[in-house]
């Protein structure tokens, strides 16, 4: 939360900084940790360090992608967040085989480096509060070392110029740097906006349904080994065609969100612009999103109860894969389609409000993988999914609830904003 509020505000790449400096030093921490309580301290510090670059990515995407193509954009950055999961087991197993599990996070650390380094030298800063529409040239701290390396040649070029053209290039670059300020942020703006009506209702069901994800995972390992006598390489094998749904949620979700938003254009006469971020205060993007999301929520129901019976009877081997690969698509297709909305609706925010998503998906994510275990003890993996499939339907009015008045409290909350402006410009109207 804090990393995200900052990110709205101070820029990206000092966010981006941060969480790569705690990331590398905690997998350093945790390959030389002497004990286990070191290691699991490290090990919530490591989480605090990557968690965070997800609302990083939203927000760099809501900067520079319009609305018309961030659908797309969106789910495309969700598929290494997805890949993850499926490859680093694979991965880890291996090293910790042959080399030990110390390995693991020695090329955590250095593959982090690396990527360090590749921001350092080419993430441009994207923040609207530091570099405008990116017309406006930042302070020599916001830049990358190739915008430094460039500057440091122009300035050698200009030298050997003649006087009066120095004097001139060196003017007109000067009118629009910005000098280093840091502004005032608000360390609790993630709850804030987690608060609002529309985006408490958005968060709490779009996190229910992401659930059911983090239920399917955490249960495969021992349904498959007890059912299915398989060992961990195979099980492991198992989250492949569960990561080829995503995939195609990524590739074709993100293109039919693209779509519906053309399609409401020309529905309510907006023009269409995919260069430009338009004002969507009395444009019902809700609708165009929720459109392509609500379909993958009823195949979301049918999947997760179909799943647990699917154990409970021991069906084909095939039959627990196909339905891996719909769920895939279904739960990431719909879990896309918030995420994107998010951004639409927190558009100068949107650090914070995805800091916000993270949060609720955690905690409730955490709960329920702590239930579904004993609750497949208890009732047997046919009626525990079934039980989870019946909270959706019965927390599904919720989204229709944000079909329906979504535009209308976003109405209300900019007029309570501009009141507040007002207020505080000593009654003076906004231009």
Known sequence: MFVGSLADTAGRRPAYFICFVIYICANIGCALA????ALLILRMLQSAGSSTTVALCQAVVADIITSAERGQYVAYTSLPILLAPAVGP?????????????????????LAGVVFAIHAFFLPETCREIVGDGSIRPHPAYRTLWQLSKDFLRKRRARREPSGAALSHTASRASTR?????KKFNVWQSIVILLEKEMFILLGFGSIVFTGFY???????????????????TIGLMYLPMVGGSILAAFVNGRLMNWSYRRYCKIYGVPYERSKQQDLSDFPIERARLEIGIPMLFLTIAIVICWGWVFQYRAHVAVPCVLLFLLGWAVVGFSNTVNVLIVDINVGSAGAATASNNLTRCLVGAAATAVIGPMINGVGAGWAFTILGVIYIVFSPMIFLIWRYGMVWRKEKRDKMLAKKQKKNGGAPEN
């Not at 080399?99 to 955590?108: A, E």
């Not at 955490?218 to 059912?227: I, R, V």
């Open 178 to 182: 910005r000098s280093l300020r840091l």
């Open 215 to 233: 239920c399917v995972a955490t249960a495969m390992p021992s349904q498959l080994a007890e059912n299915y006598g398989f060992d961990s390489v």
């Open 34 to 37: 002497p004990s286990y309580t």
């Open 90 to 110: 694979i991965i880890g197993g291996i090293l910790s085989q042959f080399v030990g599990w110390r390995w693991i996070f020695w090329l955590l650390a250095i």
